[in-house]
């Protein structure tokens, strides 16, 4: 079955550190997968994707078919990047419904 | 605001009644996604829509979950005889599928579902 794994609940660092939010996932395709970010008291935004290979916001994330990863990483976090962080994945570009991981917790402190 | 809106925002009703949620998507998005989110999980697909076709549903939706969208633009979410375990966040999210675009799926508010 198709699944998500975020294996981090909560992700605690210093302001300045090196952030690295773990995703793992199960499909036997080509997946597409996505990084999804929600802020306190917002809605859930996309943050990134990797076909665009685009850094948002500092943030990065390589594919690894390999290893069926999808980290996240940002190499100097910010107080302002506290949030939930999900990974998820879609079937294809289709448009298809989208499979979540539990979500990663990251906090920033000063 | 011109995002994805969802109405009520917290609905409590008692179990055993029916209750009924509504999504307006953004302007000309023809897919319309719901997912319902509980505490600690991300959120978990129920079913979409192009345009009124409802296209797929997840075994998530037991016969007590209809969800309809009667002329392709808002549309509706309903529980029957709900039960405590349907207690969630229930999310809307639109996209505009078009080739060569990027689909990318955007988030409504969700509606908060508590069931006593």
């Known amino acids: 079955a198709q699944r998500v794994t975020q294996p981090e609940k909560l992700l605690s660092v210093f302001k300045g550190a090196p952030v690295e939010l773990k995703c793992n996932y199960s499909?036997?395709?080509?997946?597409?997968l996505f990084w999804y970010v929600q802020y306190s008291r917002q809605r859930l935004q996309l943050l990134l994707r990797h076909i665009s290979r685009e850094s948002i916001k500092g943030f990065t994330a390589d594919l690894n078919k390999g290893e069926t990863s999808f980290h996240l990483k940002k190499p100097f976090a910010q107080e302002e990047d506290s949030a939930m962080y999900y990974c998820?994945?879609?079937?294809?570009?289709?448009?298809?419904?989208?499979?979540f991981g539990k979500g990663t917790t990251l906090s920033v402190s000063s | 605001d011109t995002g994805v809106s969802q109405d009520p925002r917290h609905k409590i009703t008692k179990r055993g009644q029916n209750v009924t949620f509504r999504c307006d998507p953004i302007s000309e998005h023809n897919r319309l996604y719901w997912y319902r989110q509980t505490l600690g999980q991300g959120p978990e697909f129920l079913t979409y829509?192009?345009?009124?076709?409802?296209?797929?549903k997840s075994r998530l939706l037991s016969d007590r979950f209809s969800a309809e969208r009667p002329k392709g633009s808002f549309s509706t979410l309903e529980i029957q005889r709900t039960e405590q375990g349907d207690s969630a966040m229930y999310l809307c999210?639109?996209?505009?599928?078009?080739?060569?675009?990027?689909?990318?799926?955007?988030f409504g508010p969700g509606t908060r579902l508590t069931v006593l």
């Open positions: 829509f192009q345009n009124e076709a409802q296209l797929e």
């Open positions: 499909y036997s395709g080509s997946p597409e």
């Open positions: 999210a639109s996209s505009l599928l078009i080739t060569g675009g990027d689909n990318e799926q955007f």
């Open positions: 998820a994945l879609s079937f294809n570009q289709a448009g298809t419904a989208l499979i």
